[in-house]
């Protein structure tokens, strides 16, 4: 049974910074690349970051760059988003997928997905 688990979400004040995680388990981890999306009310689900199974290739969507950054650890099957200077807009749903593919900046491109983990950013 595949299962990926989000957790770190909260309440965080503009400025601030988070650092979201990942657990996987029911597939061979180190076959996998990792992304994370989020969602906001009322708004499409939208790329963040991705990784691929190595760790050596990352990208991540340009309103993150330079803020946030992806990791993994191929060891105990988890994947990482630290976020630092949280802006209100960052404000969403952040889901974590896995997929077969060599890396993927669109949800379809995923093969599951976590519940997500809420991330609130006040002004």
């Known amino acids: 049974q595949v299962q990926l688990v989000e957790s770190g979400g909260g309440l965080v004040q503009a400025g601030g910074s988070l650092r979201l995680s990942c657990a996987a388990s029911?597939?061979?981890?180190?076959?996998?690349?990792m992304g994370w999306f989020r969602q906001a009310p009322g708004k499409e689900r939208e790329f963040v970051a991705d990784?691929?199974?190595?760790?050596?290739?990352?990208y991540y969507a340009d309103y993150v760059k330079g803020r946030i950054t992806i990791s993994r650890d191929n060891a105990k099957n988890m994947v990482y988003l630290q976020m630092n200077s949280l802006k209100p807009e960052d404000t969403a749903i952040y889901y974590c997928g896995d997929t077969k593919a060599f890396m993927s900046i669109t949800s379809r491109g995923y093969d599951y997905w976590g519940q997500g983990t809420q991330v609130t950013v006040s002004s």
């Open positions: 990784i691929r199974w190595s760790g050596s290739n990352t």
């Open positions: 029911g597939r061979t981890f180190i076959n996998l690349a």
